[in-house]
């Protein structure tokens, strides 16, 4: 089965997988040394570097003698850009023609091209992959271009140090010599030893041709005519097709399946009871839908969610933040708030809530799979390449070398598709064992929103203590919200100290100066299943903090955006975001029937300000966003156009966790359905957006969820500004509006 | 008895059962892979096709409907990506993930079609029919305006 992976543009297609001839110069010495500086073993290195000897490829880059310059991607791609951004960053440094760049997917080769954010895993989450692997691929873009001169002056028969480089081209003024690097790399001998780079020696900004110069993502045209392939479209040759029904409650086991009203529908093949659920094999799609249509099972009431009701628990958890007697173990800290409150001179506490919530990326979860003897291959979309081989060969009891990952563009991820048992995969790889055949597994909308694992349900006590002049002194949050690290990733909950950061992340105050902070988890395990989902605990624990922010300024009658102001003397960059996004939005000036709501975080280091201009239907409780303005400063901006199309995104995202998206739980098992029942932004729901990315010098950091969080503080202070109601409880649906205007 | 109709302009035919949505027919039997399954409920909008030269959710018709009528699909739009809304596409940097995005595109073209010169507010209407999770909206309503403008 050699059926390629099909990924970018049609230079790509071109030389993706056996195409790279055997004239194709190999820089492996120089990538092998490169995966060495990103911290893994060794040994394990060089025996991978062995095994690939080989193959006329090289870890990273390739260039041939017509000058096309192959550049491994070990990001996937969901849409947010990296696998044009980091191929781009390799390609700056080497003083690569860009429109000879052909990028093609990295191999599941953690050694070589894990991603450092992620102890060497290959992952594309939390929006950190430009941010991880910035200096690396500079630095291995740089020594390939030493490499390239340094075999250039040997064969001009002048200093190193005479040469310079123009794109793909190598130059010596003084004689008007130039030498393409597809002429280099016909001759080139690569040394045993990468050429060391010192951080000084990297390119100073101002000379970056393509570093902050937008250009057009590499998989785009492909997503314009129908060409791109995702997962769900792969062909391979003899398949059958897959659905499956899982039970509605994780741990649970089917108990009686009744199948007779399947095996009749035509074109079933068979039906394929499985440790979790119920399986349906047939010979096209439609079939296998239809039978597992028809199929009637009852669960077993094993695994712990059965009889949990989101809106009993929620009361639950809510009790349990406001309870100083519950136990809670501390998240982060400054200060002593347990000594400082009581001195305070005023206290004000608040409390907010938030609600499960779906993922709803556009393609419904499925995988292609075949299962041969002691190997498998698989074809799939997802956040990591590591988590997928390793889960299917746990599953198969074979060893992770053994199976054969095609991975492909993702139809959205948003989190979802990270989970260390990557069980979409599963679901295929487990009927393609019992079908001897390769089995294209799909779920249905249903299935997707059935199965979904969900951002979690929170509750946030907050205590704030200030002194006489109204100047917030100390800090105490408590978070009670459904556990997901221990849920969804297992081993990097217990690498990371049994630290549940999904859903905590986002509670600290970074920007503010406010001496004494404590905030407290209080541990929460309803069984239900629990995912990151884009903005993480950012977008719960910001709405708390953020709407509490304007809830202390409002209280004392001072602007929220001075308010702010006034906190942050030690983080000038905050200061920045904040000032900007209030002059776009016109701060000051009042609007007639509508208001203003502010909000500003910081996003792993990401600056980010926002503003919502909102009206609202007191009659209906429906409230209608016109205008959002956000400020984003993410350090060196490697695609400016990309991080203000990136911001859009997350601030529509959000824009749906904060009106109207909400899943609810019914003795265990999610009660919604599919768009009817979740409903999701659409066109006419968005706002105008008014986005400004701020380039400074700093190193890189995110900007692919950045402000989803923003929009419901925002939101909920501009209805507080509006109507003096604050909104509590996200989503704001109708009702809740109704109720805190009442 | 296999159902006829033409895709793209080229005779195409299918045994499928006639209640099978042309969705599935188009995917997986005619392999024209560019038309996406999002909802199956015409909630979402990443099915569409052009029937006689009206947009429809192809999940939402059955194959047996389409007999003697003439199909476009996301790859029968243009030859070679040259159709002014896949340029403006480009130009406004429109896609991300980009599951939905042939949808939008045929959903566009179809309003183009009745409606060379929409406003914004006609823009609006028309495409709120289409879901797209990744919130390319805004840049949807540029390359739409763009492509009105340039046609």
Not at chain 1, 25 to 40: D, P, R
Not at chain 1, 472 to 486: C, E, K
Request: hydrophobic residues 40%.
């Amino acid at each position: 089965m050699t059926q390629q992976t099909q990924h970018l543009s049609a230079r790509t297609l071109k030389r993706h997988g056996a195409a790279i001839s055997r004239r194709d110069v190999m820089i492996g010495a120089v990538g092998l040394s490169f995966a060495i500086t990103l911290g893994q073993g060794r040994a394990a290195a060089a025996v991978l570097a062995a095994e690939r000897s080989g193959k006329a490829l090289s870890p990273w880059v390739s260039i041939s003698a017509d000058g096309t310059i192959t550049i491994m991607s070990p990001a996937t791609e969901m849409g947010q850009g990296s696998m044009t951004s980091l191929p781009l960053i390799i390609a700056e440094e080497l003083d690569a023609d860009w429109s000879k760049v052909a990028v093609v997917p990295a191999p599941p080769i953690d050694a070589i091209y894990g991603n450092p954010g992620f102890g060497g895993m290959m992952y594309t989450a939390g929006s950190n992959a430009v941010t991880s692997y910035f200096v690396p691929l500079r630095t291995f873009g740089a020594q390939v271009r030493r490499v390239l001169i340094e075999n250039a002056a040997k064969k001009l028969g002048v200093p190193a140090g005479e040469l310079t480089t123009e794109p793909s081209v190598v130059v010596h003024a003084k004689s008007g010599r130039r030498l393409g690097y597809g002429e280099i790399a016909a001759f080139a001998e690569i040394p045993e030893k990468a050429p060391e780079i010192k951080p000084e020696q990297l390119k100073k900004r101002a000379d970056f041709r393509l570093i902050g110069h937008d250009v057009i993502r590499v998989e785009l045209p492909s997503k314009i005519n129908g060409s791109a392939k995702y997962s769900i479209d792969q062909q391979v040759p003899g398949m059958i097709y897959g659905a499956v029904v899982r039970a509605p409650v994780e741990g649970s086991a089917p108990d009686k399946i009744g199948d007779a009203k399947t095996k009749a529908v035509p074109g079933v093949i068979g039906v394929v009871k499985l440790p979790y659920g119920v399986g349906v094999l047939a010979e096209t799609a439609w079939a296998a839908f239809a039978g597992r249509q028809a199929l009637d099972i009852t669960w077993t009431r094993e695994g712990q969610a059965w009889g949990f009701d989101s809106d009993k628990g929620m009361e639950r958890f809510a009790a349990a933040a406001r309870d100083p007697k519950s136990a809670a173990t501390a998240w982060g800290k400054a200060g002593d708030v347990k000594a400082e409150m009581p001195k305070a001179a005023s206290v004000m506490e608040a409390e907010y809530r938030c609600d499960y919530a779906y993922h709803a990326q556009m393609e419904p979860l499925n995988a292609t799979a075949s299962v041969t003897g002691d190997a498998a291959e698989i074809w799939c979309g997802t956040q990591s390449q590591t988590m997928a081989v390793e889960a299917v060969g746990k599953a198969l009891g074979i060893p992770r070398e053994k199976v054969k990952l095609h991975d492909t563009l993702l139809g959205g991820g948003f989190g979802r598709r990270g989970h260390r048992d990557e069980e979409f995969i599963i679901d295929a790889v487990l009927l393609a064992k019992e079908a001897k055949r390769p089995v294209k597994m799909m779920w249905t909308r249903e299935d997707d929103v059935h199965n979904g694992r969900h951002r979690p349900i929170s509750a946030h006590y907050i205590k704030a203590g200030l002194d006489g002049s109204g100047k917030l002194l100390a800090w105490h949050h408590r978070v009670a919200g459904d556990r997901v690290t221990p849920y969804m990733d297992p081993v990097r909950y217990e690498e990371r100290g049994k630290k549940d950061f999904i859903l905590m992340l986002g509670t600290d105050i970074k920007g503010y100066d406010v001496p004494h902070q404590l905030i407290e988890q209080i541990y929460e395990d309803s069984g239900v299943r629990t995912s990151p989902l884009r903005g993480i605990g950012f977008t719960a624990n910001k709405f708390a903090t953020e709407s509490f922010m304007d809830e202390i300024a409002r209280k004392h009658e001072v602007d929220p955006v001075k308010f702010r102001l006034a906190l942050m003397g030690s983080s000038p960059r905050a200061k920045r975001v904040v000032e900007r996004a209030a002059e776009m939005a016109d701060w000051g000036r009042k609007r007639d029937g509508r208001a203003l709501g502010f909000a500003y975080i910081d996003y792993s280091g990401s600056q980010v300000a926002g503003i919502a201009e909102v009206s609202l239907d007191r009659s209906s409780g429906d409230i209608k966003v016109h205008d959002f303005w956000c400020a984003i400063d993410c350090g060196i901006a490697v695609q400016p156009d990309n991080v203000a199309a990136q911001t859009e995104s997350s601030i529509v995202y959000g824009l749906g966790m904060a009106l109207t998206e909400r899943i609810t739980i019914r003795d265990g098992a999610v009660e919604q359905s599919n768009f009817y029942d979740y409903r999701v932004p659409r066109m006419s729901d968005v706002p105008l957006m008014h986005i400004e990315v701020i380039q400074t010098d700093n190193h890189p950091t995110g900007a692919g969820q950045m402000a989803t969080p923003l929009v419901a503080p925002a939101i909920s202070s501009a209805v507080a500004a509006l109507t003096g109601a604050r909104l509590r409880h996200t989503p704001f649906t109708p009702e809740r509006v109704l109720k805190a205007l009442a | 008895m296999a159902i006829e109709f033409t895709v793209n302009g080229k005779a195409a035919s299918s045994d499928a059962p006639p209640a099978t949505p042309l969705l599935w027919v188009i995917r997986e039997e005619l392999k024209l892979t560019g038309t996406k399954y999002g909802c199956g409920t015409g909630l979402c909008g990443a099915c569409m096709v052009h029937i006689d030269g009206k947009r429809a959710f192809s999940c939402q018709t059955q194959v047996s409907e389409v007999a003697g009528k003439a199909i476009t699909t996301i790859e029968g739009l243009s030859e070679t990506s040259s159709h002014p809304l896949q340029k403006a596409w480009l130009a406004e940097q429109v896609p991300q993930c980009g599951y939905c995005q042939s949808g939008q595109i045929m959903s566009a073209a179809d309003l183009l079609k009745q409606n060379p010169k929409p406003t914004r507010a006609q823009i609006v209407e028309h495409m709120s029919a289409n879901i797209c999770r990744c919130g390319t909206y805004q840049r949807i309503v540029r390359a739409v305006e763009r492509a009105a403008q340039e046609a």
